[in-house]
Nanobody, 116 residues
Framework: VQLQASGGGLVQPGESLRLSCAASGNIFSMYIMGWYRQAPGKQRELVATITPSGWISYLDSVKGRFTISRDNAKNMVYLQMNSLKPEDTAVYYC???????????WGQGTQVTVSS
């Protein structure tokens, strides 16, 4: 599967962004999809996951602010980010894998910068 992320940008604290990830392939609905982020000098961290059955999990620091969703008919996964904080600044990556132990597939990152 190939992934193409978009939607990043520069916003002020408290504002919102929606990231999108377009996936190729006709078995997208079977993949576990996730959003990761990597800030300068820090390790990449898992922000949100959505499984084929719709089970969802979030990084504690984004709970209540971020929402992950998927549209299997369009081969798309989204990350709605509200009430953004400067600490959310990072490059955000879309991820797909067939199961929890499978090889990761990565898209190119999209930069999110939250600054006044």
């Amino acid at each position: 599967v190939q992934l193409q992320a978009s939607g990043g940008g520069l916003v002020q604290p408290g504002e919102s962004l929606r990231l999108s990830c377009a996936a190729s392939g006709n078995i997208f609905s079977m993949y576990i999809m996730g959003w990761y982020r990597q800030a300068p000098g820090k390790q990449r961290e898992l922000v949100a996951t959505i499984t084929p059955s719709g089970w969802i999990s979030y990084l504690d620091s984004v709970k209540g602010r971020f929402t992950i969703s998927r549209d299997n008919a369009k081969n798309m996964v989204y990350l709605q980010m509200n009430s953004l904080k400067p600490e959310d600044t990072a490059v955000y990556y879309c991820n797909a894998k067939k199961n929890w132990a499978a090889t990761d597939n990565w898209g190119q990152g999209t930069q999110v910068t939250v600054s006044s």
